[in-house]
């Protein structure tokens, strides 16, 4: 999935030739990855914590799982992607029902195999779910601040005034 959206980001890049001109979401879907890959490579080059198991008979990093923080952030990463994108409330249902079965299946995966510790998987979780809210954060600012833009208002204000009017945020 995230090659078709690393896609769909080039050719709207080529047509307009203006990197603002690419839809938004797919800028901060970029940035999102790059963040998530910066922590991965982090954690390689930094070891926390090691493997209960040895790999070919050599000591290798687990702080954090690496494939369940790739696995849930690119998998959450692209069911936001999808939701925004896709109309049909069925097909909507269905493939959140399908990532979320297969995100527990990765989770549970790795910690049946034993290849990480307890708390690394967890922290991966953590971690993942830490990313994602940023992804949200940014969208949401961005939404709030087009808003106050029509509006005319200061964000602050507006944020303020959303609250007290729209009894489905407080």
């Not at 914590?49 to 799982?65: A, D, M, Q």
């Not at 692209?78 to 979320?100: C, D, G, W, Y």
């Not at 297969?102 to 290849?115: D, H, N, T, Y």
């Amino acid at each position: 999935m995230s090659p078709g959206f690393a896609v769909l980001g080039l050719i709207q890049f080529i047509k307009t030739k203006r990197l603002f001109k690419v839809d938004q979401d797919i800028l901060v879907l970029g940035g999102f990855y790059i963040l998530v890959f910066a922590s991965y490579i982090l954690f390689e080059v930094f070891a926390v914590n090691y493997r209960p198991l040895l790999s070919g008979g050599k000591v290798e990093t687990s702080y954090p799982s690496s494939t369940t923080l790739l696995v849930l952030c690119v998998i959450s990463a692209a069911a936001m992607q999808f939701n925004e994108r896709t109309q049909n409330p069925h097909l909507k249902s269905a493939v959140k029902i399908s990532i979320a079965a297969f995100s527990a299946f990765m989770v549970i995966g790795r910690l049946a195999s034993e290849f990480h510790w307890f708390t690394d998987i967890i922290d991966s979780v953590l971690f993942s779910a830490s990313f994602v809210m940023v992804c949200i954060s940014i969208k949401l600012e961005k939404a709030f601040s087009a808003r106050a833009r029509l509006n005319r208002t200061p964000l602050s204000l507006l944020s303020k005034k959303a609250i007290v009017c729209n009894p489905q945020i407080s």
